[in-house]
């Protein structure tokens, strides 16, 4: 079974950085895509950023700048944010686009998130 994992996540005050991170294990055989998304209380899940595994890298509006997406072993994605302000509050989520076995589709696969919280 293909398992997502976040870490990293916690309280930071304003103007502050912080790294998360997500880890991918179980039967994988490829991963193509890796991002993070964030969902603040009462709103919808939004893009953050994402990276191909060629390491293309795609940013929202509110990142740019400030976030920085990467990747390590082809498994691992990190996430440093700088310059954190309040609106950056959210549970933070990776996500991942793997085929388990050759020959066989990419699949989206989900963590189960971790909070990151701004204020001082």
């Known amino acids: 079974q293909v398992q997502l994992v976040e870490s990293g996540g916690g309280l930071v005050q304003p103007g502050g950085s912080l790294r998360i991170s997500c880890a991918a294990s179980?039967?994988?055989?490829?991963?193509?895509?890796m991002g993070w998304y964030r969902q603040a209380p009462g709103k919808q899940r939004e893009l953050v950023a994402v990276?191909?595994?060629?390491?293309?890298t795609n940013y929202a509006d509110s990142a740019k700048r400030r976030f920085i997406i990467s990747r390590e072993n082809a498994q691992t994605v990190y996430l440093q944010m700088n310059s954190l302000e309040p609106e950056d509050t959210a549970v933070y989520y990776c996500?991942?686009?793997?085929?388990?076995?050759?020959?066989?589709?990419?699949?989206?696969?989900w963590g189960k998130g971790t909070l990151v919280t701004v204020s001082s």
């Open positions: 179980g039967t994988i055989f490829k991963i193509n895509s």
């Open positions: 996500s991942a686009q793997i085929a388990e076995l050759p020959r066989t589709n990419f699949n989206d696969y």
């Open positions: 990276i191909s595994s060629r390491g293309s």
